[in-house]
């Protein structure tokens, strides 16, 4: 049976504000983000905790952030930015990455931003910036979002249930919402903000996957001095590897797959009536 169709919608100024209103009151919207879907709460432990037990992770499981696309660069730590990384190479690349399409980054923490979203790597606190791009009407949900809520940051999770609670090898993103509010049944409080014409979203991004945004780290540079500086890819996404490169190429910066990011994610399928 075909879930209900949603009756928010990304585009209509009227919707944002409900679905706004209702997440600073701390329900679970699921977001028309780039050309699939997101799951974006309040920031807070407590609601973090219940959307890991409603994906059916680890209840303590590190969370991501997301923010209107202006407010990036704030988000992380610049003074703990390796010195052989030229400040500006990087928020060049952010700058190129983001303008693009969807995207994420993972580096050093702003020291705002709590336990639950950050996790220590190679000695540092990190966090991980999830972002639809500059052009995706999402920002304008974020922004109302952020108001309604009185913070500078949200967080962000993939629209899928987890792997560890379905058994499968890997369970890829949502990219339509009828899919997506049927997986999410369980949660009474699940607001839907949806892409108007699904197909349009998927179109708009071309060299895109349907599926999480590759992750590019640049809070510990690899290679023992090498030149041009190694950053590094935590997960091979919807922006291929190649098309990162092109982008890290001219600032001087190379890009390299990294343990983690050895297979590229899935895209999810749909069966019959879902398609």
Known sequence: MNAPTPSLYIDRPEDVAVAARALARGAVVAAAFANFYVIVTRPDAATVRRVNLAKGRPVQQVGSITTAVGRIPGMFDWSRISPRLPIGRVRALMDALYGAGPFG?????ADRLPEHLTQIDRGLRTTQVIAPGL?????????????????????????????????ATEEPAHWKAGALAADFTHLDDL?????PDEAAARAAYPGYLTTSVTLLSFHAPEGELE???V??????GSLHLDDVRRAAAPLG????LGDTAARRLQVRGYAG???
């Open 105 to 109: 980054f993972r580096g050093p923490a």
């Open 135 to 167: 052009t995706c009407p999402s920002n304008a949900f974020f922004e109302r979002a952020l108001a309604e809520t009185g913070t500078d940051h949200l967080y962000i999770t993939s629209a899928n249930r987890s792997r560890h609670h379905t058994g």
């Open 191 to 195: 607001v839907v903000l949806a892409h």
């Open 227 to 229: 030149e041009p500086p």
């Open 231 to 236: 950053l590094t890819v935590d997960r091979h």
């Open 253 to 256: 910066l190379q890009v390299r």
């Open 273 to 275: 009536a879902l398609v």
